[in-house]
């Protein structure tokens, strides 16, 4: 497990500090916000109006296109989002994301 600042860290996939617009729709309401970075499990949106923890929502994000996932943490101008997808999809999730970040 990796350790930040003395806290362990429950990331399974590492972080990738990748830049876009991103949609984000709960019911009805679709929210735009900032990609601020992504992993095979989930992605830290800014730019964002708050949204409730638990909320789930359908993230659009340019590359990976649409996948479902739950608000993890809800504050002012940020919200993170777990990805609610099977451990294979979060694998391929994460070899797309190693493979964008080497041909930048």
Do not use: C, W
């Amino acid at each position: 497990m990796n350790k930040t600042d003395g806290i362990g860290d429950k990331r399974r996939h590492p972080r990738y500090p990748l830049k876009g617009r991103v949609q984000a729709r709960a019911g009805e309401v679709e929210h735009e916000g900032r990609l601020k970075d992504v992993s095979g499990g989930g992605a830290l949106l800014d730019g964002i109006q708050p949204l409730e923890n638990d909320l789930f929502v359908e993230l659009h994000l340019e590359g990976l296109g649409r996948l479902p996932g739950r608000v993890v943490r809800g504050r002012e101008d940020e919200v993170a989002v777990k990805f609610m997808v099977d451990e294979d999809e979060e694998m391929r999730i994460a070899k797309k994301l190693k493979r964008i970040n080497f041909n930048l």
